[in-house]
Each structure stands twice: as structure tokens, then as C-alpha cells.
T-cell receptor
Framework: GESVGLHLPTLSVQEGDNSIINCAYS??????FIWYKQESGKGPQFIID?????DKRQGQRVTVLLNKTVKHLSLQIAATQPGDSAVYFC????????????FGKGTLLTVNP | DVKVTQSSRYLVKRTGEKVFLECVQD?????MFWYRQDPGLGLRLIYF???????EKGDIPEGYSVSREKKERFSLILESASTNQTSMYLC??????????????FGSGTRLTVV
């Protein structure tokens, strides 16, 4: 898994398996969280978001889980495909008027065929 | 399809040159941001802007300046490029108080090499 401030971890999975990417955030005041996917040579793309009043949110093949008690966020990818290979990173918004996001350093997901 | 467009994908500049990186968004977003991304360091905020002609320093503003004369355009300026500014530069935009659905929208990035 990853934590804001740590080196880039890696996760290698077989095609068709489920993937779980973790993120620990530090600011208990953060009220909004986002997962981004960044493929090699491209800009980050929004995957899914969640607000702090929710514990779980589902998208297409992706689920984000938020555990505020331990300040932990996870991204679950179902039936991982080769096209899912990328760096995934979480971002948190600590509120306030400026809406700056704080980004984790990311996890490199490699999907083996 | 909404877009954040960065004018160049790749740039090679010489040390000491003044470099302009341009970013344009077509979503009428109030907020715009410039980040640099380096291996092992993640995304680091250089400057951001909440409105036309407004700018605020991010975490690593040294050696950079910005300009936002129009809402849709946010320019990053390297006053005198140095080799330690070789990096991937990412522009992003967002709504004010409207992060609920989409967060930041990023451009494709500009990979700048200073030689």
C-alpha cells in the first residue's frame, strides 16, 4: 500500500484477479478523497471519488472504501485487465477555501497476462 | 469532452533560457494549478490561481512565476531555466466548491528537459 510521503510501492497481479491498492492519509480534517490513474507518459485521470460522509462508493469495476477511524482509503479493481496497468494515487482535500489537493506518491500496478 | 490542454508534450531548452508553459481549459473552471512530477517525489504544487489575475505560491515556487490574464489560460514561466527544472509539468483545473464529482482535471503534461 501507500502513504502520503513514502516511496512508490508496486503491486503485481494476474489478469482477472482483483486488485486492492491502499492509501493512508494524515489529515483527519480531510473531507473529500479521489483516486487517480496515470498511465505512462500521460496526465492523471480521475477514477472515483468519495466524501467523508460515506464509507463506500462503487463505480464500474472499481470500489473505493474509506475508513475514517484509521484514516485509510483503498481502491479495489475487479477483474483486473492489462489496460489497468498504471500508477494509481490517492488525493485528499483538507477543506478550507482553497480546495488544494494533497497527493500520495502512488502505487504502480502491473497486470500480468 | 472537457479538456485541459497543455501546449507542448515535449520541450528541450537551454540553461538560462526563459521558458513559457501554457495551459488552457475549456470548462470555465475558476481554479488552475501547476505541478511538477518527479520520480520518487510525486506531485508537487508550484503555483495555483483562484481567479483571473490572482495567484498563490504552492510548495515549490522558487524559480517559477505564473500569469493568469484570462480565466481559461494559466501560464507557468521559468525565468531562467536550470537543469534541476528538468521534469514533467502538469496543469490542472477545478471548480470552486465543486470538487464533489470530478476533482481536478489534468492536462497530458509537458516533459521539459533543460540542457
Amino acid at each position: 500500500g501507500e502513504s502520503v510521503g513514502l516511496h512508490l510501492p508496486t503491486l503485481s497481479v494476474q489478469e482477472g484477479d482483483n486488485s486492492i491498492i491502499n492509501c493512508a492519509y494524515s489529515n483527519s480534517a480531510s473531507d473529500y478523497f479521489i483516486w487517480y490513474k496515470q498511465e505512462s507518459g500521460k496526465g492523471p485521470q480521475f477514477i472515483i471519488d468519495i466524501r467523508s460522509n460515506m464509507d463506500k462508493r462503487q463505480g464500474q469495476r472499481v470500489t473505493v472504501l474509506l475508513n475514517k477511524t484509521v484514516k485509510h482509503l483503498s481502491l479495489q479493481i475487479a477483474a483486473t485487465q492489462p489496460g489497468d496497468s498504471a500508477v494509481y494515487f490517492c488525493a485528499e482535500n483538507s477543506g478550507g477555501s482553497n480546495y488544494k489537493l494533497t497527493f500520495g506518491k502512488g502505487t504502480l500496478l502491473t497486470v500480468n497476462p | 469532452d472537457v479538456k485541459v490542454t497543455q501546449s507542448s508534450r515535449y520541450l528541450v531548452k537551454r540553461t538560462g533560457e526563459k521558458v513559457f508553459l501554457e495551459c488552457v481549459q475549456d470548462m470555465d473552471h475558476e481554479n488552475m494549478f501547476w505541478y511538477r512530477q518527479d520520480p520518487g517525489l510525486g506531485l508537487r504544487l508550484i503555483y495555483f490561481s483562484y481567479d483571473v489575475k490572482m495567484k498563490e505560491k504552492g510548495d515549490i515556487p522558487e524559480g517559477y512565476s505564473v500569469s493568469r490574464e484570462k480565466k481559461e489560460r494559466f501560464s507557468l514561466i521559468l525565468e531562467s531555466a536550470s537543469t534541476n527544472q528538468t521534469s514533467m509539468y502538469l496543469c490542472a483545473s477545478s471548480f470552486i466548491r465543486k470538487l464533489a464529482n470530478y476533482g481536478y482535471t489534468f492536462g497530458s503534461g509537458t516533459r521539459l528537459t533543460v540542457v
